[in-house]
């Protein structure tokens, strides 16, 4: 399986709820990313699904992964993908769908960096997964722990 992770693009500070899990993309955050899943489908990020955090932010990430992309699968939520969810529930969540090609995970800070680290099986591993950035891992098996390959690290400065 291709996995790629993509962290949400840049979003407002706060929302006009107050609540974090409703803040939403910036225009600048919007603009990036499409230029960065731009690039990415050219190194052939074809999801053959699409899994985002229920979080606005996430969503709206994965609202344009699906048009920059091309994608006309369904587009799945989980509480799998929120911030401080642990990278063995985001783990679950891939064997699950394991019979997927290509899967894109639209998610958060801290979970992403850590969750990078636990597929390469490298639990010291220190990744700085910046906003709108994306990754592909390659995996080959689904035991209880993923044993990964670092394909791929596209940030959003690479392509600007």
Excluded: C
Excluded at 5 to 15: K, M, T, V, W
Excluded at 31 to 50: F, H, M, S
């Amino acid at each position: 399986m291709e996995l790629y992770l993509l962290r949400h693009g840049i979003a407002e500070d706060s929302s006009l709820t107050g609540r974090e899990a409703d803040r939403a993309l910036t225009a600048e955050g919007k603009k990036k990313l499409k230029e960065i899943l731009r690039v990415a489908g050219q190194a052939d990020l074809r999801p053959t699904l699409i899994i985002t955090s229920p979080y606005r932010r996430a969503r709206e990430t994965a609202a344009i992964a699906v048009k920059s992309l091309d994608y006309t699968g369904e587009l799945v939520e989980s509480n799998s993908l929120v911030p401080n969810a642990h990278p063995q529930e985001l783990w679950e969540e891939v064997r699950v769908h394991r019979s997927e090609q290509k899967l894109l995970l639209v998610s958060h800070e801290p979970l992403l960096s850590s969750a990078g680290a636990f597929l390469l099986n490298s639990s010291g591993l220190r990744i700085d997964m910046k906003k709108g950035a994306v990754m592909r891992i390659d995996l080959e098996g689904f035991s209880s722990q993923p044993t990964g390959l670092l394909k791929w690290y596209l940030t959003p400065r690479l392509v600007s």
